[in-house]
């Protein structure tokens, strides 16, 4: 299984970049993919997610700015945000995992990440 994440890039404040991720392998469908980001000197963060089910979640800090969205008929994930910040500035990285039972996954991939840098 292979998760490659590409969109990232330089955009000034107020402006947008939409993440991609694809997925290689059969686990797309199963799988709740997320968007971490990891910001210099920080830990990693979880910024949405979204649901085999389609059921998604944001971080507070990026809630009515972003948008997490799956294709699974192109097994990618997408996460669309708009009206960055420079405080978005971090490496991003998309996941994919399976939780079975509390604290027990059946999997949990990561892709490379992907730098977005917002200047002011």
């Known amino acids: 299984v292979q998760l490659q994440a590409s969109g990232g890039g330089l955009v000034q404040a107020g402006g947008s970049l939409r993440l991609s991720c694809v997925v290689s392998?059969?686990?797309?469908?199963?799988?709740?993919m997320a968007w971490y980001r990891q910001a210099p000197g920080k830990q990693r963060d979880l910024v949405a997610s979204?649901?085999?089910?389609?059921?998604?979640n944001y971080a507070d800090s990026v809630k009515g700015r972003f948008t997490i969205s799956r294709d699974n008929g192109k097994n990618t994930v997408y996460l669309q945000m708009n009206s960055l910040k420079p405080e978005d500035t971090a490496v991003y990285y998309c996941n994919a995992d399976r939780r079975v039972a509390p604290d027990v996954w059946e999997f949990d991939y990561w892709g490379q990440g992907t730098l977005v840098t917002v200047s002011s």
């Open positions: 392998g059969s686990i797309f469908s199963r799988s709740r």
């Open positions: 979204v649901t085999s089910r389609g059921t998604t």
